[in-house]
C-alpha cells in the first residue's frame, strides 16, 4: 500500500500518516475493538507505556465522547470521531523533527505556514495518567498534541512514552479548507463514488446523540457499570491483566454515556471517576507485573 | 578578565515559566561562582522559547592558591583529640601537620592549601549544580533517561574566555551524556544546521543572522512597534494589553506581527467576548477604532517569515478565529433564549464551596444582605437590589460564562439589557464584582453598591465563619481583595454602613482596619495619625473613621496643630512620669480639677480654656465636624504655652496643690484624647 503525495481526502490523511509512521519504525496497528474516550485507551499506550521494553507503534482509534453529541447540527462537534496516535517509546532525541515531518507529509509546508509548540500539560483522571507536552498549533489551529508520558496508572513510567495524537477531523478541514466535518472529502472527489464524512456519519450522529442524550436505559448502564467493575476485580485476582483492563474500558465508556444522559451529580461524579480510576490502576500494576517477569 | 557563555537549548520551553527560569540560573549559577571563590563584575541572563543563556563578565582567569591554617590540640593532647584535629583537616598523619610555639605551650598546626587552578576547572561543577537546582514550576524525564528539566534538553554551550569548557551533563538511562559544546542552532524553521559561537557578542550575532531574537525586551520591542506599525496602516489603533505582549514574546524566537480581519457577521457579539476569545484562544491583539470602539482587525504575531508573505498564515489565523467566534456567536445567541430567572434553579447544582452550600444558597445569602445593606444606600430601590442581587450569578450557568468564566458578570449584564430589566438592575448585575483590584473602576450606582458589597461581605463572613480565613501567604478565596473592594465601594461612595451591623467576629473588624490602614499607607497617609484615630476603637463606620483621619492629619500639618501637639505632649509626659512614680495617682487624678485649688491665673485661664473647647467640641464630634473639634483645640494652646512657662505643677510642700495641677494636666489629656490619641502621633 502506498500512500499518494499529498492526501486531499479523509481517508488519504490516514494513509499518508500511516505510511509515514510505518517509515519511522513504528508497528502499524487497528483500532482496539472496543467503545474507548480516545487513543490513549488503547492497550497500545496505555499498557504498552510502561514496564522496560521499547515500543514503537502507531494506530487510528475511534473515539467517544457521548457528551461531545450535537445531533449532527454542529458542523465541528462529534460524538465519534477519530484519533491516529502514534506512540514512540523510548522518546527519540529527534522526535519532534519526526513530528515535524509527519507534517510535511500530509501537506503542511513550514515555509508557508506558523507551527507552534503551545504549553499543555495532559492528564487523564479515569487513566491516573499525566505527563507534559504541547498543543501544536499551525497557523493558530490546533493540529495535534504532543505528550511526554510521566505517569500511567498512577505508575512512574521506567521510560518515558512520546505520544503524538492528531485529531483527524479538525486537522482534515484544516487541510482541506472546510467549515463543516460534513462536507470533508472522505474518498477522492474524482472516485468512482465520491462520499463526504457526512454521507458516511451523519446519521449515526444524529441516532448516536438520541441514544446518549435521551434514550440510553440509565438503569441497566449503572448494572453495567458495576458489572463491569466487579468483573474487572475477579479477573485481577485471576491474574488476567489483559481481560480486567478490558473491563475497566468498558465501566469507563459507561460511566461517560451515563454523564451524558445527566444522571450523575456533581459530587457523585468525582466519585464515578475515581472508582474508575482505582481499576486502571490496578490493571496497570498487574500488567506491570507480567512485564517484569517476561524482562 | 574572562567572559563565561551558558546557553542549554531544549524543546520549547512554556512562556509563562522563561523570565523566571532565566532569573534563576543566574541566581544559581552567581550563588556558585561566589561559593568557588570567583568574582566578576556582570551577569546577564535571557530566555527564548527554545533556550536559557547566560552571560558571566570579569571572570579571573585563574584562581590564586590559598593557604589556610588550622590550629590543633596541644602537642601530647590524648589521641582522640589527635585524630579529631587529622580527620577535620584531611590530613592523614601528624607528619604533616607541624608544630608550633605560640608562647602558651606547644600546639600542633595544619597548613590547608586550597588550591586555586584554572576557572575553567571550576566551572562545570557550577553548572551542573545549577541546572540541579533549577526550579522549574513543572519539569519531566525524557527517553529512557532520569534527568529532570522542563522538557527534553538537547545541547548545551559553555564556554569561558572562548573555549569550551570540558564537562557534560548525565541523562541516566541508556542516554548518551549531553557534552559541553561550542554548537547551538538557530531558529526551528528559519535557519538548518549548527551554529558554532566563539563568545557572547558573536553567539548573539550569530543567532540573530538564524532568526533568534535572544533578548525577550528585543522581541517584545519588535512586536509592539510592528503591531502599532499595522494597526496605523488600517487606520486603527492598538489595544495595549502587557501581560499579552510577556506571553507572545515568549512563543516566538523571530517575532513577525501580521494584519488580519474579524469577519463582519461577529461584531455584534458584545466586544467583550472577541476580545476574550481572540485574547485567550488565540492570543491576538484586538484593535479599536478612533471612537474607542472595538475594530475588526486583529494582529496575530507568527514564528515564522513565510514565502508568500504571511498570507497563508494570516487566512489561517482568520479562519481559526472565524470557527472560534461562531462558538462564541453560537452561545451568545443561544443564551438569550433563555431568562435569567428561570436559570437559577440550575444554581443548585453548582458547588460554591463544600462547606458553603451551592450558588444557590449564595445568592440566597446575598439577597438577604443586599436588603439590609439597601437601607444604608440612598436611592437604592429595594425591589431592584433584591431582584439584581437575585439574578447576580445566574450567568454562570450560561454557555457563555461556561467558555469563557472572566466574562462572569458582564455576560449577565447583557442578558439583563436584552431582556430590558431596569437599567439599575443590568448594571448591577455587571458590576457586582466590581472592584477586581485598586485600579478597577468602583460601582457608583445605589443599586450595584449594595449588591456589590452584599457579594463580598457574603464571601467575608460566610468564609469566616468556617475558619477559613487568610494567612500571611495564603488567600485563596481573595478574601483581601473582598475588604478592599467594600472599603473602597464605602468610602468612595461615602456610604454610611455600621460593618458591626453584619457581623460579630472580632478578628474581622481587625481584619478590615488592618485592610483600611494599608490602604491608607498607600495613599499617603501618615501611619501614626491612622493609629490615633483606630485607637479610639469601636468605629465602625468607615467614613466617619476616615474623615477624622482626615481632619487629623491637616491640623497636624497647621502651625496651631503642632504647637498644641507639644504642648500635649509636655502635659501627658508629665503625668506619665509621675504616675509611674505613684502606681496609685492615676486613679486619684481622674475628673475636674477642684476650683478652690486654682491659685494661679494661669491655672484658671487653662480651666476656661477648657471648659470652652468643651462646649464645641460636644456639639462638633455630634455633627461629625471633625475639623471644627481640631479647630476648638487651637484655643488651647496660648493658656497652655503660658501655663507652662508660669506653674510649678511638682509643688513639693503642697501635695493637695500638686495633686490639683496634675489633675488639670490629665484632663487636657482626656479632651483631646476624645478626638483621637494624640500620645501615637510621632512629633
Known amino acids: ?291 517484569a517477569k517476561a524482562a | 578578565m574572562a567572559e563565561f557563555l551558558l546557553e542549554l537549548l ?123 537546582a533549577l526550579p522549574w514550576p513543572k519539569s519531566m524525564k525524557w527517553g529512557s533517561g532520569t534527568m529532570m528539566w522542563v522538557r527534553p534538553l538537547q545541547s548545551i554551550v559553555a564556554l569561558f574566555d572562548g573555549k569550551v569548557l570540558g564537562g557534560e551533563i548525565a541523562l541516566g538511562g541508556q542516554m548518551a551524556p549531553i557534552k559541553f559544546a561550542d554548537t547551538t542552532r538557530g531558529h526551528r524553521f528559519l535557519s538548518k544546521g549548527e551554529l558554532k559561537v566563539s563568545g557572547f557578542a558573536d553567539y548573539m550575532a550569530k543567532l540573530r543572522a538564524a532568526h533568534v531574537i535572544l533578548d525577550s525586551a528585543e522581541r517584545k520591542k519588535i512586536i509592539l512597534e510592528g503591531a502599532e506599525k499595522l494597526a496605523a496602516s488600517a487606520q486603527v489603533a492598538l489595544k495595549a494589553d502587557d501581560g499579552l505582549l510577556d506571553e507572545v514574546a515568549g512563543l516566538v524566537e523571530w517575532p513577525v506581527p501580521l494584519l488580519g480581519t474579524i469577519d463582519g457577521q461577529f461584531m455584534d457579539v458584545p466586544p467583550e467576548v472577541l476580545i476574550v476569545s481572540m485574547k485567550t484562544h488565540q492570543r491576538y491583539f484586538a484593535t479599536t477604532k478612533s471612537d474607542g470602539a472595538l475594530a475588526t482587525r486583529f494582529v496575530v504575531v507568527a514564528n515564522n517569515v513565510a514565502r508568500d508573505g504571511g498570507k497563508a498564515i494570516t487566512e489561517g489565523n482568520e479562519r481559526v478565529l472565524r470557527s472560534r467566534l461562531s462558538d462564541a456567536k453560537f452561545f451568545w445567541d443561544l443564551d438569550r433564549k433563555t431568562t435569567l430567572e428561570s436559570r437559577l434553579p440550575a444554581l443548585k447544582n453548582i458547588v460554591f464551596h463544600a462547606k458553603l452550600g451551592t450558588q444557590a444558597e449564595r445568592v440566597e445569602r446575598i439577597t438577604k444582605l443586599a436588603g439590609k445593606i439597601a437601607k444604608f444606600v440612598p436611592g437604592a430601590d429595594a425591589k431592584q437590589v433584591e431582584q439584581a442581587a437575585c439574578l447576580a450569578k445566574a450567568d454562570l450557568v450560561t454557555g457563555m460564562v461556561g467558555e469563557f468564566p472572566e466574562l462572569q458578570g458582564i455576560m449577565g449584564r447583557y442578558y439583563a439589557i436584552g431582556e430590558k430589566l431596569p437599567a439599575a438592575v443590568a448594571e448591577a448585575i455587571g458590576d457586582h464584582y466590581a472592584p477586581a483590584g485598586p485600579n478597577d473602576r468602583c460601582p457608583d450606582a445605589p443599586v450595584s453598591i449594595a449588591v456589590a458589597l452584599a457579594d463580598k461581605l457574603d464571601a467575608l463572613v460566610s468564609f469566616w465563619s468556617v475558619g477559613e480565613k487568610p494567612t500571611g501567604s495564603r488567600d485563596p478565596f481573595a478574601l483581601r481583595r473582598a475588604a478592599l473592594g467594600i472599603i473602597r465601594i464605602v468610602v468612595e461612595n461615602k456610604i454610611r454602613l455600621p460593618l458591626r451591623a453584619f457581623f460579630e467576629a472580632d478578628d474581622l473588624m481587625e481584619f478590615f482596619a488592618e485592610r483600611l490602614k494599608v490602604q491608607m499607607r498607600e495613599k499617603g497617609v501618615r501611619h501614626d495619625v491612622v493609629d490615633a484615630v483606630f485607637a479610639l476603637g469601636g468605629e465602625d463606620d468607615l467614613v466617619r473613621l476616615l474623615a477624622r483621619v482626615e481632619a487629623l492629619q491637616s491640623f497636624l500639618g497647621s502651625e496651631a496643630g503642632k504647637n498644641l501637639l ?27 480639677p477642684d476650683a478652690a485649688l486654682l491659685e494661679q491665673v494661669e491655672e484658671k485661664a487653662v480651666v476656661s480654656a477648657l471648659a470652652a473647647v468643651e462646649r464645641t467640641l460636644g456639639p462638633a464630634l455630634k455633627a461629625e465636624d471633625f475639623a471644627g473639634a481640631m479647630a476648638a483645640f487651637a484655643g488651647l494652646r496660648a493658656p497652655i504655652d503660658a501655663y507652662f512657662e508660669k506653674v510649678t505643677v511638682n509643688v513639693t510642700d503642697r501635695p493637695d496643690l500638686r495633686l490639683n495641677r496634675l489633675k488639670l494636666l490629665n484632663q487636657i489629656r482626656t479632651t483631646m484624647d476624645s478626638v483621637a490619641d494624640f500620645s501615637r502621633i510621632e512629633g
Open chain 2, 10 to 132: 531544549s524543546e520549547e520551553i512554556p512562556a509563562r515559566m522563561q523570565a523566571r527560569a532565566a532569573e534563576d540560573l543566574k541566581r544559581l549559577v552567581c550563588d556558585g561562582l561566589k561559593a568557588a571563590g570567583l568574582s566578576f563584575t556582570d551577569a546577564r541572563a535571557f530566555a527564548t522559547p527554545r533556550r536559557l543563556a547566560l552571560v558571566v563578565d570579569g571572570l579571573p582567569v585563574a584562581r590564586v592558591d590559598v593557604s589556610e591554617e588550622k590550629r590543633g590540640p596541644r602537642v601530647g593532647a590524648p589521641d582522640q583529640a589527635i585524630q579529631g584535629f587529622l580527620k577535620g583537616a584531611g590530613l592523614a598523619s601528624l607528619d604533616q601537620a607541624e608544630k608550633r610555639d605560640t608562647g602558651k605551650g606547644e600546639f600542633w598546626f595544619a597548613v590547608l592549601t586550597k588550591k586555586g587552578g584554572p576557572t575553567a576547572d571550576a566551572l562545570p561543577g557550577v553548572i551542573e549544580a545549577a541546572m540541579k
Open chain 1, 1 to 291: 500500500m502506498s500512500a499518494p503525495a499529498k492526501p486531499t481526502c479523509f481517508q488519504e490523511l490516514i494513509l499518508t500518516l500511516q505510511d509515514y509512521w510505518a517509515g519511522q519504525g513504528c508497528l502499524i496497528l487497528q483500532p482496539f475493538d472496543m467503545e474507548m474516550g480516545a487513543g490513549t485507551f488503547h492497550t497500545a499506550t496505555t499498557l504498552r507505556a510502561l514496564g522496560p521494553k521499547p515500543w514503537y507503534a502507531a494506530y487510528v482509534q475511534p473515539s467517544r465522547r457521548p457528551k461531545d453529541g450535537r445531533y449532527g447540527e454542529n458542523p465541528m462537534r462529534l460524538q465519534h470521531y477519530y484519533q491516529f496516535q502514534a506512540i514512540l517509546k523510548p522518546s527519540p532525541p529527534d522526535i519532534l523533527e519526526r513530528y515535524l515531518g509527519s507534517l510535511e507529509a500530509i501537506g503542511i509546508d513550514t515555509g508557508l505556514h506558523d507551527i507552534r509548540f503551545n504549553e499543555d500539560d495532559w492528564e487523564s483522571p479515569t487513566l491516573g495518567a499525566w505527563g507534559l507536552g504541547w498543543e501544536v498549533w499551525c497557523d493558530g489551529s490546533e493540529i495535534s498534541q504532543f505528550t511526554y508520558f510521566q505517569q500511567v496508572g498512577g505508575i512512574e513510567v521506567d521510560m518515558v512514552s512520546g505520544e503524538i495524537t492528531y485529531g483527524l477531523e479538525r486537522l482534515a478541514m484544516y487541510l482541506f479548507d472546510k467549515k463543516s466535518i460534513y462536507e470533508l472529502p472522505f474518498n477522492r472527489t474524482d472516485s468512482e463514488v465520491p462520499l463526504t464524512y457526512g454521507d458516511v456519519f451523519l446519521q449515526n450522529e444524529q441516532e448516536q446523540s438520541a441514544y446518549n442524550f435521551e434514550h440510553a436505559d440509565t438503569e441497566m448502564l449503572f448494572r453495567h457499570f458495576a458489572d463491569a467493575e466487579k468483573e474487572c476485580v475477579r479477573l485481577l485476582e485471576k491474574k488476567l491483566p489483559l481481560p480486567s483492563y478490558e473491563q475497566c474500558i468498558k465501566a469507563s465508556h459507561t460511566f461517560n454515556l451515563l454523564d451524558a444522559r445527566g444522571v450523575i451529580s456533581v459530587t457523585e461524579r468525582q466519585s464515578y471517576i475515581l472508582r474508575v480510576r482505582d481499576l486502571a490502576k490496578a490493571c496497570c500494576e498487574a500488567w506491570l507485573a507480567t512485564q
Open chain 2, 566 to 592: 507639644t504642648a500635649y505632649g509636655r502635659a501627658a509626659n508629665i503625668v506619665r512620669a509621675e504616675e509611674k512614680k505613684d502606681k496609685g495617682l492615676a486613679a486619684k487624678i481622674v475628673g475636674a
